[in-house]
């Protein structure tokens, strides 16, 4: 049977070959790791692909092609962080702009409109995003970017990709969705509608806890080359090596967030009969209010959960309790982590109207057994 062309191939295969060829010279099957700061050249000014690194590596360049064919996008560049990409990102507008952020946006990305880029003159407005007509009421002429979360960070809430594209286009608006969350293997926010897509690479897609880097994908091809532009000027790309472990991440995204996602479940499950749970929020709970979009627009609903207990001591005493969930920021790796919001990931929207429960405990469910997981929750809600 002949092997179907590669924009035919399933998603487990994509992640492993996509801009991934075995190495020409000796035939090596992993993209090797260029780590050189500049290229020599055969004749002035003629380099044979790259003049310099900050615009452009081959490893770099492999990670890109690879995620761009995961998220189904005709391009993705690769940035030092996730806040890097979005800076870059927030470039491409001019002061006097707007940008729409959902209620439960991810506290770095607040921050940096808020307390940076607002200076510069780049404004924002905030709105529930589960609600189509506080949207479409809360887009101004000015807006030029709505930016959804869906699941959101740490509420987990579910916005309806294919409906805000659809309102935030008819008032001449891109639809930027932060995919950290549900990664593409779970959710694919361009076929939904969307218009660019950035990540946190530090989390699912690298998915072992020992590299910072981020992402923009995007079919639309004069915002790409845009960017691409920005990514040279600005020069916030990450190192080969990064980009490497990076890579080797997408590899394996597709049985970690199976394995993450059946943990996840396990454990909603479990937290959600507790008597010393006042409420699990997590889409794959029926009650969930944002469950049915959720089954509609994802493959499955992730790992992460969040649940709120009686009082903020008593957040911390849980977070603090734990053995095997790790009390650390960051999410989506190997290990089960876990955190208090309020002082911690979300310290820098306190006072502003995206401030978290500080009765609120968010979970990254790892990759140990969920009955361990299980065990650990049970022992520290005690």
């Known amino acids: 049977m002949a092997t179907p062309p590669r924009d ?4 487990e295969t994509r992640a492993i070959h996509a801009g991934q060829e075995p190495e020409e010279l000796y035939g090596a099957v992993n993209v090797p790791i260029y780590q050189t700061s500049t290229y020599a050249q055969p ?9 310099y690194a900050r615009g452009g590596n081959p490893t770099r360049e492999a990670f890109q092609t690879a995620l761009a064919s995961l998220e189904g996008g005709a391009r993705a560049l690769a940035f030092a962080s996730g806040l890097a990409a979005e800076a870059t990102l927030l470039l491409t507008l001019r002061p006097g702009d ?28 905030v709105v529930d995003m589960t609600d ?23 509420l987990l809430k579910i916005v309806d990709v294919a409906a805000c594209a659809e309102i935030a286009h008819a008032a001449g608006a891109r639809v930027v969705v932060d995919n950290t969350f549900a990664t593409p293997y779970l959710q694919r926010p361009l076929e939904l509608g969307a218009d660019v897509v950035v990540h946190s690479v530090t989390k699912y897609l690298a998915g072992h806890s020992d590299l910072v880097m981020g992402a923009i994908v995007t079919s639309d091809e004069e915002l790409a080359e845009r960017l691409a532009f920005l990514q040279n000027a ?15 991440g997408l590899k394996t995204l597709a049985v970690r967030m199976r394995a993450h996602c059946e943990g996840a479940r396990a454990v909603a499950g479990f937290l959600a009969d507790h008597p010393k749970v006042a409420r699990v929020h997590y889409p794959g709970l029926p009650h969930h209010p944002g469950h049915a979009v959720a089954a509609r627009q994802m493959a499955d609903f992730g790992g992460m959960v969040s649940f709120e207990v009686a009082s903020e001591a008593e957040a911390i005493r849980i977070a603090e309790s734990t053995e095997l969930f ?16 309020a002082p911690m990931t979300h310290a820098s929207v306190a006072g502003s109207p995206l401030e978290v429960p500080p009765t609120l405990i968010r979970l990254s469910v790892g990759l140990e057994h969920p009955e361990d997981l299980i065990a650990d929750l049970a022992r520290a809600l005690g």
């Open 43 to 51: 004749a002035v000014g003629r380099p044979k692909r790259y003049d």
């Open 132 to 154: 189509p007509d506080a949207l479409r009421d809360a887009i101004r002429p000015e807006t030029r970017l709505v930016w959804v979360e869906t699941p959101t960070n740490p």
């Open 234 to 248: 600005v020069g916030a790309v990450p190192g080969p090596m990064d980009c490497y472990l990076a890579l080797r």
């Open 8 to 11: 035919a191939l399933r998603f």
């Open 98 to 125: 707007r940008v729409l952020l959902p209620d439960d946006v991810y506290g770095g990305t607040y921050r940096l409109l808020a307390r940076v880029l607002s200076a510069w003159g780049l404004e924002h407005d």
């Open 326 to 341: 790790f009390l650390a920021e960051s999410l989506g790796g190997v290990e089960s982590l876990i955190e208090v919001p």
